[in-house]
């Protein structure tokens, strides 16, 4: 049984705006409606796959029943994307103020970071989306919302709180959650997750963080910005394993900038809570060292919320570390029942989940045969600064035999770029070599999550680089580094011989 | 380009005998070690006796050194390395026929718990290979030299250093076992896979080879086509044994290039890096270039007006994303000759103009930092010499001048052998 969900009422300061979220994500008193004879679709789990499923069947007219045992809006609304980016810009904030001299201005000598306040305002932004995943607004669109937790009785049925729903399609959307490593001591000694660390009211004055994935990297980069003391163990020799060496690289390096102790290579293998402070023993090859923290944050990976459901009765079958296994359609092993979302997919993003809803709908509603593998899916790391990537990487490339190019734009040839002083970074293009085709790209920048969304529309769109290279980029921007990529390709197709001719033609 | 003035032969001469010179002052008679640097208690570099172990076939030809002394340094250093203790022990010198980083420079024990270290070895067995090439009369000292090459390289088990896996590791611990390095993208290791792949005795398989160029990256950066890697050096070590011309590896052959013609690519991109100077950096521009790995200032002034500004000591700097704190190694320049002479001899004359403090007793020190001025006004100057740096700078001026080197290591059957099962075709193969 996975560990139980924080109990609704005990999370954060009872603040107007954790009253507001409650109130919208999982009112008290919350009466479970009488269930339909039979519903065209029952969505199991609330999180971001969940409620665009519900919402997109109950608007084209499907009897939908939605079950959440905990929160509607899942991890992205509550524990995830939303109050992450909202400290995150915060984090920028300081940042900025204490690089002042280095823009040409002045701040206050003492920078003092109020992380009630900021906390306050997370919490805030946090309730104001929330409205748009409340119960009210999908009893409104005709959705039956069930609070409790499922638990499959047959290959067509399941209760929930004690009611019997049947259906004529399923969708499991019951997301993932933390894997806590298994360090000895770790659990005794308290450790922070994602899902608890956004009720912090205190900052921690030292704070280790374990795991150098997106999670990680975010969070120590935010909270050192608040002024934490901060350690990073990563286990591997970089940072972000799946991106290329070189973001990995500048990541690195604007971290070591910000005063974050960066341990690579690093394990943690014990911890113990000694004069109310806890001592974390951390391996590296042959060093040994042990270093003294207030507080522990683990961004170790993500376990499929799998358990309690009863998947066997329904004949869905899973893995408890891989999920509930599907096919390209994101049907599972009952072809009455889909999956999507954290689940079962290996890219755990918000925007994943929210396609892979929507494909679910088309299939599972409208006999369609929309395939999983068919969305071009970027991602964004929303360090300072950001890491993005869509497509292929040069190695996958390299792994498949298609020989490819990458056009490199370093920031610091992008006048935008070297006007806001925010030159670390690039634009990378991978294209087959030989076309323009664009196989993929990597972006570090300030805003590489706004920019790769270029990349991604001309990869689904089937726009080359000379296509590219046609598309006026307002000047000055950051984003014209991607021209600047597009017009270096067609300057390589500018060939000796071409040359030659043009040469003759212009001294005629 | 050149309204600046290039180099002449004699100045070559000279900055190429004042590096040899480091090795005879480096050096321990009594089992050839030669120290990292010239600073105190600096202990013996492995890597580093490679590069002497091929200097010396160069200083007897230019008449810096007679035959015989030649031969006799050669002799102490492979029969040192015959001897040593072997048990990889943490107090011994090896381990399955490859050598600590660094070892004492009298009892030739390792010191610094430093790493067994598979590139420095290959380095070593490098130096060893084309000294075998070079001596080779019929004297009982060259015939015995001769011998203690084969034994050497037929001692090293390149294949444990794969480890099961299928590429080779970089370093080992006693302490620790194999080290978690990254070895992903192009790198200093081809001579190190060349090496192991033509092992008469202990090969590794070729798919070692490409499970690394796998992770290989070609990038068109700053109008040049090239595979990548930030600092020059890596551009540079190989190139120092092996003649690349018009040899290609599959990867070469599909993108129509061979590393000779990318080393000439990447030192232009260090020139356009510098060009640029994106940190403002004091004396960059296209005649003043290098970031390599080097020394650096790292124990200077607390002071700095912008704590943004980071200094690193020893690191590998790299272009085009650093680090880069306006520290650049002058020998770099003169390591990339034989691949971009002209540009190499302009920027070495004018760096050398500009920071005449770069050289100490004419000899190149290992970094020089304009930016950061020292107590009598000149440019921040790294203190004594690493003998890599006077390693690289012999032999490059060498292959530069003569080819020397290159023709020893071409006629070398285990390079043949190495190389070819690396996939290398064409050119002199």
Redo the contacts between chains.
């Keep these: 049984m996975p560990p139980p969900p924080s109990d609704p009422e005990s999370t954060a300061p009872p603040d107007a705006h954790e009253r507001e979220r409650l109130g919208n994500v999982h009112p008290s008193g919350w009466r479970n409606p009488q269930p339909a004879d039979r519903y065209r679709l029952v969505v199991v789990g609330a999180g971001t796959a969940g409620l665009v499923a519900a919402h997109a069947a109950a608007a084209l007219g499907a009897k939908v029943a939605l079950i959440e045992r905990h929160l509607l809006g899942g991890d992205c609304l509550n524990v995830g994307c939303v109050p992450s980016k909202a400290i995150i810009r915060t984090s920028r904030l300081y940042a900025e103020m204490r ?1 002042a ?2 823009y040409g201005a002045r701040v206050p000598a003492d920078i003092r970071v109020e992380f009630p306040a900021l906390m306050q305002r997370m919490r805030g932004i946090r309730a104001r989306i929330s409205r748009a995943d409340s119960v009210r607004r999908l009893t409104a669109a005709g959705v039956d919302v069930f609070f409790g937790q499922a638990c499959f009785t047959g290959p067509d049925a399941l209760t929930v709180d004690g009611a019997h729903l049947r259906f004529k399609k399923a969708l499991i959307a019951t997301g993932a959650r933390p894997d806590t490593p298994s360090i000895p001591g770790l659990v005794e000694a308290g450790c922070l997750t994602n899902e608890n660390v956004f009720d912090l009211t205190e900052l921690p004055r030292r704070l280790l963080v374990i795991g150098g994935g997106p999670l990680g990297c975010e969070l120590a980069q935010a909270f050192r910005r608040f002024g934490a003391q901060t350690i990073i163990a990563q286990r ?3 940072f972000l394993p799946r991106e ?3 973001a990995a ?2 990541l690195s ?1 604007a971290f ?2 910000d005063g974050i102790e960066v341990r690579l ?1 690093t394990r943690a293998v014990n911890v113990r809570v000694e004069g109310g402070q806890k001592l974390v023993d951390l391996v590296s ?2 060093y040994k060292s042990t270093v003294a923290v207030d507080a522990i944050l683990t961004g170790t990976g993500r376990v499929p919320n799998v358990e309690g459901l009863n998947l066997e009765a329904a004949g869905v079958e899973y893995d408890t570390r891989a999920g509930i296994r599907v096919d390209d359609f994101l049907r599972t092993s009952n072809r009455r029942i889909y999956a999507a979302g954290d689940v079962c997919l290996e890219h755990k993003f918000t925007h994943t989940a929210d396609a892979s809803a929507r494909i679910v709908v088309q299939n599972a509603l409208f006999l369609g045969r929309r395939r999983l593998s068919a969305l071009t899916i970027p991602w964004c790391t929303y360090t300072d600064p950001e890491i993005a990537h869509v497509g292929l990487y ?2 996958q490339a ?2 498949r035999d298609i ?6 734009i ?1 920031m ?2 992008v006048d935008r770029a070297i006007a806001d002083d925010e ?1 670390a970074g ?1 634009v ?1 293009i991978h294209v087959k ?1 030989g076309t323009d085709r664009i196989l993929g790209a990597t972006i570090v920048a300030r805003h590489a999550g706004e920019m790769i969304n270029e990349l991604t529309l001309a990869m689904v769109a089937g726009i080359g680089l000379r296509t590219l290279a046609r598309v006026i980029h307002a000047y000055p921007t950051q984003a014209e580094a991607i021209k600047k990529a597009a017009d ?2 067609n ?2 197709r500018l060939t000796p011989t071409i040359q030659a001719l043009l040469r003759r033609w212009l001294t005629w | 380009m050149s309204s600046e003035p290039s180099m002449d032969d004699q100045t070559l001469d000279q900055l190429q005998r004042a590096a040899f010179g480091y090795f005879v002052q480096a050096v321990n008679p009594a089992n050839g070690l030669i120290a990292d640097t010239s600073r105190e208690n600096s202990p013996a570099s492995i890597g580093v006796v490679g590069f002497a172990l091929s200097a010396y076939p160069v200083a007897v030809e230019r008449g810096w050194m007679t035959r015989e002394d030649a031969v006799e340094r050669i002799l102490a250093t492979l029969r040192f390395f015959r001897d040593s203790d072997q048990s990889g022990s943490p107090e011994a010198t090896g381990f399955k026929g490859f050598y600590y980083h660094f070892l004492d420079m009298h009892t030739g024990a390792r010191v610094w718990r430093s790493e067994l270290s598979m590139i420095d070895s290959a380095l070593l067995i490098a130096g060893a290979l084309a000294a075998g090439r070079y001596f080779t009369a019929i004297t009982a000292g060259e015939l015995q030299l001769r011998e203690l090459v084969e034994v050497l390289y037929r001692r090293v088990d390149w294949r444990w250093a794969q480890h099961g896996g299928t590429t080779i590791n970089h370093g080992w611990k006693p302490e620790s076992g194999f080290l978690h390095y990254c070895w992903d993208g192009y790198s200093e290791a081809i001579v190190l896979y060349v090496l192991a792949l033509g092992s008469p005795t202990h090969p590794i398989e070729s798919d070692c080879y490409q499970a690394w160029t796998a992770t290989y990256q070609w990038e068109h950066l700053y109008g040049y086509d090239v595979l990548y890697a930030g600092p020059l050096f890596v551009h540079q070590f190989s190139h120092a044994w092996i003649d690349f011309r018009g040899i290609r590896d599959r990867f070469m052959r599909e993108k129509r290039c061979d590393y000779f013609e990318n080393s000439r690519r990447a030192t232009e991109v260090q020139r356009e890096y510098a060009r640029r100077n994106p940190h403002g950096f004091a004396g960059y521009d296209e005649h003043c270039w290098g970031l390599t790995a080097c020394d650096g200032p790292s124990n200077q002034l607390a002071e700095l007006a912008n704590e943004r500004r980071r200094l690193f000591g020893y690191a590998a700097r790299g272009v085009p994303y650093g680090p880069d704190d306006g520290t650049l190694g002058g020998w770099a320049a003169l390591a990339s000759l034989p691949f971009a002479p002209e540009i190499a001899l302009c920027a070495a004359r004018t760096m050398l103009q500009r920071y005449p403090e770069m050289l100490s007793a004419q000899r190149y020190t290992s970094s020089v930092n304009p930016t950061l001025a020292s107590a009598d006004g000149g440019a921040w100057v790294s203190a004594g010499h690493f003998g890599l740096d006077q390693g690289v700078v012999v032999m490059m001026v060498e292959n530069y001048r003569t080819q020397l080197i290159w023709r020893l290591m071409r006629d070398c059957p285990y390079v043949r052998t190495g190389l070819r099962r690396a996939g290398f075709r064409g050119g002199w193969l």
Excluded: C, M, S
Aim: charged share 45%; hydrophobic share 25%; proline share 8%.
């Design positions: 690089d001299e280095q591997w020799p970089l290329e060496r070189d690289q500048l390096d070591a900038r290579n090859d042959d040069v190695r390299r792994e020989p490819v190019k990458t056009f490199t370093p610091h040839d030159e690039f990378k070599e270096a390709y300057r390589t």
